[in-house]
C-alpha cells in the first residue's frame, strides 16, 4: 500500500478576498473557490481547460439560526494532496488508486463573528467531491437544516438520462430528453410503483447522467449518505442551472444535526469517454475504509430463489392465496394449495442449487403476514420470526446444510419500520440460530413512522443502522427499496448490494423495462454500487406461465447472460425457475461459470442510452468473462482482447444471439460456440434489437484436445 499525505500551504488570511484554485494530480481538472460580491461562497470545475460547471452558489440554511449563506470572508485556506492505494474486500478490480488534491476553506459571518463553517473539496483527475462541515464550537451544538442550496451550474442544455424527483421511489422507467425538456410529472404512468412522492414538474433524480453537445460526459450524485436526507436536483429549464433538494421529513424540515458533523460529498464525475464515467472509483473513494476487522465470512454470492415464480403468478407468498383476508389469524385461513415457499419446494432449490454449485438459496415468503401485506400503512403485519405452518425452518436449515447451500433470509417489511427495529435483534437470532448468512430486506409501502419518506434523513440512518447491525453479527445484506446507494458498501463490505432501481421484476407485471434500460443504469444508479438486478430470465414470454398475459422481460435470452458482467454485483441471482434452467443447460453453464468477483475490469466500449461492452477478470484466475448489450437497434461489439496475457491460446465460448434473434419477435434463440483466441483477436459479436453477448475465456488445458477452430 503506497500512501503519501502531505501538507501543502496553509494561507494568511490576508490572501482572502482571492479566489483559490488548485489542479487535480495529473492537471486534467481544475477547481476554483472563490467569494462573490455579497460573500457567497461559489465554486466552478473545468475539465481539459473546459468549464463544466460556471461560478455555482452553496449555502445550507438553518432553521431559528442565522444560515450559512452569505457574507462570509475566509478564516483559513488548508490545501493537502492525498495518494493511497486500497484493496477492497470484493469488487471490480483487485485494487482502487485514491489519489486528489484537497482544498479545505474555513469560513467566518461577520453577523456571527465566532461561528465557523468550512467547505472542503476534493478534486480528482476524473471529478471533483465536496462537502460542508460544521466544526466543534461553542456557538454552533444543536441545528436543523431548513434546506441546502448547492447550485450546479452547467454550461448548456445537455442530454440527461434522468429519474423524477421522488422523495420514496427510484423504480421509475428512465426518460432521456435535454435538460430543458425535463418533466418530472410525465413520463412512465408508473403506476405499478406502491409508494410514490413525486416533487414536480423540474425534479430529477440522482445519479444524473448527461452527454454535452460537443461530447462531454458528466455524472451528479452524492457519496456517504449518512444522518443525512437524499439529494434531488431542480432543473432550472432556461438557464440549466441545477439546485439541491432535499427529502424532507414529517414535519417539513430536512436534517437533525449536532456539531461536529459534516453533509455528505457532492460529487461531479467528468470525461470525454462514456466508459471513463464507468471506471470512476471517486464515489468509493470518497467513503470511509471499512472498520470491521474479520472480513473472512464475507463472500461474494451467487444465489437461486423461490421468488421469479411469485413474480410470474405460478404461486404466492401468502398461505391462504389472497392478500386481502380479513383477518392473518392462521387458525382461520385455509391453505391455498399455492403456497411457494413450503419445505418440499424449497428442498428442490436447494437440491438444484447444490447440483450447480450455487452458494445460495433465497426464500420469500416463509413467515407469517403475507395476508396482509401492502398498501394498508398496517404497523404490524411481518414479525420475521414465525414461521408459515408448511415451512419446517429446522428442517431445511438441516437439509441447506447437509447440500453445503446457505438459505437466504427475507424480510419484508412493507414499510413498516417502526415494527422492524423492534424485531431486528430477535430476527436476527434466529437466523443465526438457523445458520443464514444473508437477508434481502424490503420496503414496499409508505414508511411508518407515518410522514417519513423512504429517503428521508430518519430511513438513511435506518438502513445503516440495518448495516451496522448486521455487520456485528457477521450478516451480509441485500436491501430492496432503500435510497440509492452512495458508496457506503467501502465502509461495511457486508452490504453486497441493494435493489434501488427499477429491477428485472418489473419485466414480470408490468410495462417492464424498455430495451436501453439496462444500458443507462451502469451510467446512474450503479454510479452508486451494486445492483441485485436479478438477471438470468430465460422464459421471456410471461404468456409460458399464464396465457393471458401479454407482459415480457425486454431482452433477448443471451442478454440475459450477458447482464452478469455489464450490471456489476458481488451478489448475482440466477433469478429463472430451476424447471426452466433444466430445458436449457447449455445456456445455463454461462451462469454456473460466470465469476462474482473480479481481479480487473475493462470497460471495452459504451454510449449510454444505446449499448456497452464489458470485460473482467475473474478474481485470482486466468480467466475471463464479457458482457456486450445494446438496446433495440441490432449492432455489432467490436472487442480487442489485447487484454489478455502472452499465454496462448485461450478457449473462448461465445453465447450469443442466433442470427434471426429479436427481443420481441425471437427472444429465446441463441447459438454457443467455442473458439481459439489469443491477445491479437478482435471479437465481432452481432448483437440482435434488444440483444447482448456474454463470452467465457479461458486458458486452453490438456484435457481440451485439438478440435477447436481459431476465431476469424
Ligand atoms: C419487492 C422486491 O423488489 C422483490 O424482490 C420482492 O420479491 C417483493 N418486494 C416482495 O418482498
Ligand atoms: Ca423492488
Known sequence: MKKLFLLALVLPIAASMLAQT????????????????????????????KEIVQPSRMAILLKEQPSFDKDFSIAKIDSTIFDETWTPVWGESRTI?????????????????????????????????????????????????????????????HKAFWIPGDYDTNEYQYSTSKLSEVNGLAGSPASEIHARTPIGTNFVQTPLMMKSADGGYLNIHEAALVNYPAMNLEVDKTSFKLTSHLVPDAVGNKAYLQAPCHTPWRTIIVADKATDILASRLILNLNEPSNIADVSWIKPTKYVGVWWEMHVGKSTWDY??????????????????????????????????AKHHFDGVLVEGWNTGWEDWFGKWKEDVFDFVTPYPDF???ELSNYAKQKGVKIIMHHETSGSVTNYERWMDKAYDLMKKYNYDAVKTGYVGKIIPRGEHHDGQWMVNHFNRVAAKTAERQIMLDAHEPVRPTGLHRSYPNWLACEAARGNEFNAWSVGNPPDHETILPFTRLMGGPMDYTPGIFQIKMSYFDPNKKDQVHTTLAKQLAL????????????????????HLDAFQFIKDVAVDWDDSRYLEAEPGDYLSIARKAKMQNEWFIGAITDENARTATLPLNFLDEKTPYIATIYADAADAHWEQNPMAYQINSYLVTKETILKLKLAAGGGAAVRIRLLTEGDGRNYKAYK
Open 97 to 157: 488508486r485514491n489519489r486528489y488534491k484537497e482544498l479545505a476553506v474555513t469560513l467566518r459571518q461577520a453577523a456571527v463573528p465566532d461561528r465557523l463553517f468550512v467547505i472542503r473539496f476534493r478534486l480528482y483527475d476524473d471529478g471533483l467531491g465536496f462537502r460542508y462541515e460544521f466544526p466543534e464550537q461553542a456557538s454552533l451544538v444543536h441545528f436543523i437544516v431548513s434546506d441546502e442550496k448547492t447550485e450546479f451550474d452547467l454550461t448548456g442544455d
Open 320 to 353: 391462504a392465496g389472497t392478500q386481502s383476508a380479513s383477518t392473518w389469524d392462521l387458525t382461520k385461513l385455509t391453505p391455498s394449495g399455492r403456497h411457494g415457499a413450503n419445505t418440499q419446494r424449497v428442498k428442490t432449490y436447494n437440491d438444484f442449487a
Open 564 to 583: 452478469y458482467i455489464t450490471m456489476y454485483s458481488p451478489l448475482q441471482m440466477a433469478a429463472d425457475l430451476p424447471e426452466i434452467y433444466e430445458q
Open 22 to 49: 488548485i489542479q487535480s494530480p495529473n492537471g486534467k481538472t481544475t477547481l476554483t473557490f472563490a467569494l462573490n460580491a455579497t460573500g457567497e461562497p461559489t465554486y466552478r470545475l473545468s475539465f481539459n481547460k
Open 392 to 394: 419446517d425452518i429446522a
